[in-house]
């Protein structure tokens, strides 16, 4: 739902507002975020306006933070694997400033302090996981971010979860009408090129099929945002690949990461 304003000058005024990309990082923005969020209750539209970095690695915190708010919580419980050692990461700000508690997962690493255990993830032991690690059928959020498989192990994950919000990491050096993703291999390991993940268009309609709507993505071209169809309606606008598609802003040459001359992503 766009907001429109009763008034020409209102809707030349909110246009503005929307345009200014630097106020989301002075004070300005967050009058903005407390105006729209918090006195005119609007639908959130467009995502770049809320965000915010903390812990987060691209403006992570104010989006999920924002989101939140505008359809609730239930339980503030998470699931976030490749965390790394889970220093930045897309739920500390939660855990830390808004109480929620749950599961980190990273192949790497283990500390017993913020709940993050030691597990290499695919798509054939992700439900084992979940039920080793006790996670509730239906919690708020979950965030995939393996840089590999990760397409594959959503699709696996059990109807049975029923998280309530997905960020998930996407290609953006693929176009956003192209469904593509790598090749499914559980022992898969990131390399630095352009051979990882899925496109925006695979992640969006997978998303689709299992009941979640594409709410945007984050300025940078890294991860995109989904909500459970059923908590969007009039709280979130829906977008189409192509509208919620930002291109790679990151990479040395910040356009992306370098192609693999030895690999391509398949198609779904």
Not at 39 to 61: A, F, K
Not at 97 to 124: C, K, Q, V
Not at 145 to 158: C, E, P, T, V
């Amino acid at each position: 739902m766009h907001y429109r304003g009763s008034e020409p000058f209102r809707s030349r005024l909110w246009r503005l507002v929307r345009k200014i990309h630097v106020w989301r990082y002075n004070p300005l923005g967050a009058l903005y975020r407390w105006l729209t969020l918090s006195v005119l209750r609007r639908p959130i539209d467009d995502l770049w306006p809320y965000e915010r970095t903390v812990y987060s690695q691209h403006g992570e915190d104010g989006i999920l933070d924002a989101i939140f708010r505008v359809i609730g919580t239930t339980n503030r419980y998470y699931v976030e694997f490749g965390v790394g050692n889970g220093s930045e990461r897309n739920t500390r700000y939660l855990a830390a400033h808004r109480g929620w508690r749950g599961l980190l997962m990273d192949g790497g690493y283990s500390d017993p302090s913020i709940n993050l255990h030691r597990e290499f993830i695919t798509a054939d032991n992700i439900n084992s996981l979940f039920a080793k690690h006790e996670v509730p059928a239906e919690f708020d959020l979950l965030s995939i971010d393996i840089d590999g498989n990760d397409y594959w192990i959503w699709q696996r994950l059990s109807d049975r979860y029923r998280p309530r919000v997905i960020v998930a990491e996407y290609n953006a050096n693929v176009g956003p009408e192209e469904r593509r993703t790598i090749a499914y291999d559980p022992q898969f390991v990131w390399t630095g090129t352009d051979y990882y993940g899925a496109s925006l268009g695979a992640l969006a309609a997978l998303g689709e099929d299992k009941g979640y709507v594409l709410a945007g993505c984050e300025s940078l071209g890294v991860n995109a945002f989904f909500v459970r169809s059923d908590l969007a309606t009039g709280r979130i606008t829906s977008k189409k690949p192509r509208e919620a598609f930002r291109p790679p802003r990151f990479g040395a040459r910040k356009n992306g990461h370098p192609r693999d001359p030895s690999r391509t992503l398949v198609e779904v």
